[in-house]
């Protein structure tokens, strides 16, 4: 804003600051927890102050987990995690990357159709469609594996969607002085849509990653064997423990664990964003 | 090095639409041929057609002795600069030029010697690490030129290269590609809607309406002899002054008009052989009231309106003629400076 009114801007500052501390808040309160010793929750007061027990509760759930509540070591879920995640995010960009160049450069019959096909899945989720996709799994016998946990959520309509409109926009001009230059279709979509999608590719890898690491409720449907655990579905086992309380000092060390990533993955990514959006030009 | 022939070229779009109706045109080696019309004469669907870029509904075209019709355009040996230059944006402007050498499989240090002496000649040299969007228009201008150069082609076509620069830069590049192209002699098809650029580039002329030809020659002979009344009004700035016949008799005419060709019925005349003096030949009188006059420094223009006429005309004098707005003035045409045209069929009849 052009002017320059103090009381309005103080305002305007103190309400960011309360929403600020209201979405931080229950952040704060997990780190504080994950380093807190065993007692601490049991005499109802929340600390608010960090305890000393921080590496004795992380290196306890990174090697062994709660195997009371039949949860592996979070090493080993966040590694499936991870190998999920970035399975469904490759798997999403490839597929939708080559089905949008389809679409968009090659005219084929029924073209139209297709990507209306494509279009209209956009408005299904995965849990409308959960029964029959885990029947599919189960009968191929793709339980407790990495192909079922990531295969069937790979199908993307957003990202196939999303580039198709972003090819849409790259001036026809450069096809056609790269097939003057000699380059196939397939040297051209290498060479050049690549490169110029970059930005793209880099923003759906944040959310496919994102989106593959959060999943709940498919992994819990599709595995029984713990090996395949994966961390967001095994710390809602950590909390339902049959015997007492929940040890939500460790259960909090797993969540922090658990959200590390994403935020690693963003940080990261976004450095390329910042290149992309700088050094490409259409 | 090679010449281009298109025999009964045309272009329908769903079998309906015709964008090029029969286009027969024989380009010889190292000629520079301008195609030149007004916005949708599909003078560029024709050059996309040369280039492959568009397919070929009907008739034959060969570049050299090979029918190419049915070719891809990497493989007609022809090398295009687009209007909007369509450099790779992500590539270096070295990379921009190495793309074509590098799908043809040549060898690395041929590539860097071929894209070091286009970038001499062109005088890229310094920014050859530059990425397109770090350049200005006239440099992007050069690289696309550039992209052209380095492939040595049988053939350049040239798809309204210069209306993205300004005014100046338009100029300097006119006279630079010209050279160019005197010193490559590597034949080469120039599509322009500016009539003074294909005017001073090319060796001939092209004049397209509607998917036709309506004229081919040199600059001067379509300048001097243009072969129908929009050949006449298109090229040419500003634009021949077509007046009917009758009405100039009606004024009379001075017998001036009398051996005129059988069927000419409208005459044309270039706004320079207007004079306000009179000359000593027998000529035409015509009487007309001054509504504008615009002064161009070195030239004026002078847009009058015919007396006893509501026909706009213009007229271009030397320096600033001592003349005010709402004056009556006399101009006077010779018989020689008439061009005579036939008003329905649009032929010139002397010929």
Known sequence: MVENRPWSNLFAHLILIAGVALVLF??????????????????GTL?????????????????????????????????????MAMAITIGKLAIS????FAIV????????????????TLMLPVE????????????????????????????????????????????????????????????????????????????????MFIYGWNQYLWPLLITTDPDYYTVVMGIQRMTTAADGDPLWHLVMAAVVMAALPPVLVILFMQRLFVKGLTETEK | MASITLEGLKKSYDGKIQAVKGIDLEVADGEFIVLVGPSGCGKSTLLRMVAGLETISQGELRIGERRVNDLEPAERDIAMVFQNYALYPHMTVFDNLAYGLKNRGFKRHDIERRVADTARMLEIETFLTRKPRQLSGGQRQRVAMGRALVREPAAFLLDEPLSNLDAKLRVQMRVEIKQLQRRLKTTSLYVTHDQLEAMTL?????????????????????????ATMFVATFIGSPAMNMLPVDYLKERGANGVLDNLPQGTDIVGVRPDD??????????????????????????????????????????????????????????????????????????????
């Open chain 1, 105 to 120: 450069y090659f005219r084929f019959p029924f073209r139209v159709f297709f990507f209306w096909l494509i279009f209209i």
């Open chain 1, 97 to 100: 990357l080559l089905s949008a």
């Open chain 1, 128 to 207: 409308v469609r959960i029964i029959p996709t885990f029947q599919v799994v189960a009968n191929l016998g793709m339980l407790n594996s990495f192909a079922g946990l990531s295969i069937p959520l790979i199908a993307s309509a957003t990202a196939t969607f999303l580039f198709r409109q972003f090819f849409m926009t790259v001036p026809e001009e450069l096809l056609e002085a790269a097939r003057v230059d000699g380059a196939g279709p397939l040297k051209f979509f290498k060479d050049i849509l690549l490169p110029l999608s970059i930005t793209n590719i880099a923003a759906l890898f944040v959310i």
């Open chain 1, 26 to 43: 229950p952040v704060y309160v997990a780190i504080i927890a994950s380093t807190q010793g065993p007692g601490q929750f049991l005499r």
């Open chain 2, 202 to 226: 090319g060796d001939r002329l092209v004049v397209l309406n509607q998917g036709q030809i309506e004229q081919v020659g040199t600059p001067m002979e379509i300048y001097t002899r243009p």
């Open chain 1, 47 to 83: 600390p608010l102050l960090p305890g000393g027990h921080a590496i004795d509760n992380y290196r306890a759930m990174l090697d062994t987990g709660l195997s009371r509540a039949g949860a592996p070591p979070v090493g080993l879920m966040l590694w499936n995690s991870f190998i």
């Open chain 2, 274 to 351: 207007m004079r306000m003096q009179a000359p000593a030949q027998p000529h035409l009188v015509v009487e007309s009231t001054l509504e504008l006059l615009e002064a161009a420094g070195a030239e004026s223009h002078l847009y009058v309106r015919l007396a006893g006429s509501e026909q706009p005309t213009v007229i271009r004098t030397s320096g600033q003629p001592p003349v005010a707005e709402g004056e009556t003035l006399r101009f006077h045409v010779i018989r020689d400076a008439l061009h005579p045209f036939n008003r329905d069929t649009g032929q010139r009849t002397d010929c």
